[in-house]
T-cell receptor, first 113, second 114 residues
Framework: SQQGEEDPQALSIQEGENATMNCSYK?????LQWYRQNSGRGLVHLIL?????REKHSGRLRVTLDTSKKSSSLLITASRAADTASYFC?????????????FGSGTRLLVRP | KAGVTQTPRYLIKTRGQQVTLSCSPI?????VSWYQQTPGQGLQFLFE???????NKGNFPGRFSGRQFSNSRSEMNVSTLELGDSALYLC?????????????FGAGSRLTVL
């Protein structure tokens, strides 16, 4: 089952605008990760934010984490057509020595030239 | 450094058949996990392998199985295929040392069951 929900499910913006997508999760976490998926292909890791961090930046990406609300947001600034993709948040689950990610439902971003 | 390689990229099978998918992880990564992605269920964890041992399995029937070889390469098998098995199957490898939290995914194997 999925850890949480992302909203919006789909987002269409003009090139140069900012894109914000939100993620909610259900359980306590050690960190939260964001991944990007270009149409029908594999996922690419974008950024990881630890539970003791509130904000993190990487290039045009800004991620915030609010553990009290169990939510995170991903902001992409000055978007480009190449940012068109689906974006997923993911939370890790450790059990004994096994590791897996629980993914959100994803946000489909379309950046119009 | 080569990425995660999955083969085949696309395949079409009919109901009742079986399929084997292959994954070669990044060199030095000993953990390999598999995920199924469908429009209805999203991304779901299938299993994780480490040192040729299955560490964890998701909520999938016994028709889904896998294994890992001594060189860390992994295969997953789905027997008695059903229409609902049509999906993108993603393999991911993980460095269990530094950066142990991040998964590196392959491009996926898209399975269509007719």
């Amino acid at each position: 089952s999925q850890q949480g929900e992302e909203d919006p499910q789909a987002l269409s913006i003009q090139e140069g605008e900012n894109a914000t997508m939100n993620c909610s999760y259900k359980t306590s976490i050690n960190n939260l990760q964001w991944y990007r998926q270009n149409s029908g292909r594999g996922l690419v890791h974008l950024i990881l934010i630890r539970s003791n961090e509130r904000e993190k930046h990487s290039g045009r990406l800004r991620v915030t984490l609010d553990t009290s609300k169990k939510s995170s947001s991903l902001l992409i600034t000055a978007s480009r057509a190449a940012d068109t993709a689906s974006y997923f948040c993911a939370t890790p689950v450790w059990r004994d020595s096994s590791y897996k990610l629980i993914f959100g439902s994803g946000t489909r971003l379309l950046v119009r030239p | 450094k080569a990425g995660v390689t999955q083969t085949p990229r696309y395949l079409i099978k009919t109901r009742g058949q079986q399929v084997t998918l292959s994954c070669s992880p990044i060199s030095g990564h000993r953990s390999v996990s598999w995920y199924q992605q469908t429009p209805g269920q999203g991304l779901q964890f299938l299993f994780e392998y480490f040192s040729e041992t299955q560490r964890n399995k998701g909520n999938f029937p016994g028709r889904f199985s896998g294994r890992q070889f001594s060189n860390s390469r992994s295969e997953m098998n789905v027997s008695t295929l059903e229409l609902g098995d049509s999906a993108l199957y993603l393999c991911a490898s993980r460095n269990t040392g530094r950066g142990a939290n991040v998964l590196t995914f392959g491009a996926g194997s898209r399975l269509t069951v007719l």
